[in-house]
C-alpha cells in the first residue's frame, strides 16, 4: 500500500453544453469541465477497510467485501475493489458544488478512481467509475466521466455514443462564445430523482423504435402512448441540436448557440419533464441580464445548475446565486506530494 501516500488527484465538474440524457440513448453530446475540483488524497488505511473523509458528505467506514453505508462510500470501496486496494483512508475536498447538476458524483468517481491507482484508457476507467455510481444507487450513463476524463484546456469535448464504444474528440472554444454556469439553488441528487423514471420511459420507446439517438421524427409515429413519445422526440432532437452546436462552437456563432440552448431547454421542460418551478424562476432572471442570449438547463434536471451563453465580454453574475465562467479547464489529474 505504499503506493497510495501522498497521492493526489483531481477531477473537474462537467457542464452539458448540449447533448442532454442522450449518453444512455446511443446519442450524441457537447460537455465542458469547469475550473472547480473534487480533490482526493490517498493513504494506507486498515485492511479490507475503507474511510472516506468528506469536507461535504462526511465522514463513513465500510468493509470492501461487503460494503454498506452512505453512497460516497459505497462508490469508494466499488473502485477500490477494481484497484485491487485491500485498505485505504481517502481524504475528500474541493470547490464543485455538490448537488447542483455539474457531477459532483461523477468527478469525485474519477477523482477517487486515479487516487486508489485504478490504471486504464479514459473508456476503462470511465465504466469503473459508472460500475462504482451503479452500485451506490445511480444508474448513470458515461457522459460525466468521459468529460472529466477527457477535457483539455480551452476546449470543449464532442462525444457520439451510437456505436459499441464511445468516441470522443475535442473542439476548440471560439472566443466569440462566452459561455457561464449558474446555479439555480436548487439541490437534488440523481438516485432520489425522476432520472431513473426517465430511463426506463426511454427504454420502452426504445423498445419499439429502437435506439433513440438514432430514430427520426418520423418513427415516433410508431410510439403509442404520448408520454413515450415527449421523451424520445427530446432525444431526437437534441441530438439533432447537438450536430449545430458543433459548427456554431468553432465557429464562433454566438447566435445560433443561443438559439440551440434556448431550444433544448425548452426541450427538457416540455417534452422530459426535468424542469422544475424554481429552475424556471431562476432562468428567467439569467436571462434577462445584459448580455445573456441563451441560457439551458445543464446536468440530469429537476434542479441544479444553468448554461449560459452571453456576449464573452460580459460577466455573468447574479446576486446571491454561485456562478463561475466556462473557459473549458484540463480533465482529471495525478500527482504525488513527497
Do not use: K
Not at 469536507?55 to 477494481?82: E, H, I, K, Y
Not at 485498505?87 to 486508489?116: C, E, K, Q, T
Not at 413515450?228 to 459548427?247: F, G, I, K, S
Request: proline share 4%; with cysteine; aromatic share 2%.
Amino acid at each position: 500500500m505504499a503506493r497510495l501516500a501522498g497521492v493526489v488527484a483531481g477531477a473537474p465538474g462537467r457542464v452539458t453544453i448540449l447533448g442532454e440524457h442522450t449518453d444512455y440513448n446511443g446519442g450524441r453530446s457537447l460537455g465542458i469541465a469547469t475550473a472547480q475540483h473534487t480533490v482526493v488524497t490517498a493513504a494506507p488505511g486498515t485492511p479490507d477497510t475503507i474511510e472516506v473523509a468528506s469536507t461535504s458528505c462526511g465522514t463513513a467506514t465500510a468493509s470492501l467485501a461487503q460494503p454498506a453505508g452512505p453512497g460516497f462510500v459505497v462508490l469508494a470501496a466499488a473502485l477500490a475493489r477494481a484497484a485491487g486496494v485491500s485498505g485505504v483512508r481517502l481524504a475528500v475536498d474541493g470547490d464543485l458544488p455538490v448537488g447542483a447538476g455539474l457531477s459532483s458524483s461523477g468527478s469525485y468517481a474519477v477523482a477517487v478512481a486515479l487516487a486508489l491507482g485504478l490504471e486504464g484508457a479514459p473508456l476503462e476507467v470511465a465504466r469503473a467509475c459508472q460500475a462504482a455510481e451503479r452500485a451506490a444507487g445511480s444508474d448513470v450513463g458515461l457522459l460525466d466521466q468521459l468529460v472529466i476524463l477527457s477535457a483539455q484546456a480551452g476546449s470543449v469535448v464532442d462525444l457520439d455514443f451510437g456505436v459499441d464504444d464511445p468516441t470522443v474528440r475535442t473542439i476548440l472554444l471560439n472566443p466569440a462564445i462566452g459561455l457561464s454556469v449558474v446555479d439555480s439553488g436548487e439541490r437534488r441528487l440523481v438516485a432520489s430523482s425522476a432520472y431513473a423514471a426517465r430511463r426506463a420511459e426511454c427504454a420502452a420507446a426504445a423498445a419499439v423504435i429502437g435506439p433513440l439517438g438514432r430514430a427520426t421524427l418520423a418513427d415516433l409515429d410508431r410510439l403509442a402512448d404520448p408520454t413515450l413519445v415527449r421523451r424520445a422526440r427530446h432525444v431526437v432532437t437534441e441530438c439533432a441540436r447537438v450536430e449545430r452546436a458543433r459548427d456554431a462552437l468553432g465557429d464562433g456563432d454566438l447566435a445560433t448557440l443561443a438559439t440551440l440552448l434556448d431550444e433544448g431547454h425548452e426541450s427538457l421542460r416540455d417534452d422530459f419533464g426535468a424542469s422544475t418551478r424554481a429552475v424556471e424562476a431562476a432562468r428567467d432572471a439569467v436571462r434577462g441580464l445584459a448580455g445573456v442570449v441563451g441560457v439551458r438547463l445543464t446536468g440530469a434536471g429537476f434542479g441544479g445548475c444553468l448554461v449560459v451563453a452571453h456576449d464573452p465580454a460580459t460577466e455573468v453574475v447574479v446576486p446571491g446565486a454561485w456562478s463561475a465562467r466556462l473557459r473549458g479547464s484540463g480533465g482529471a489529474s495525478l500527482s504525488v506530494v513527497r
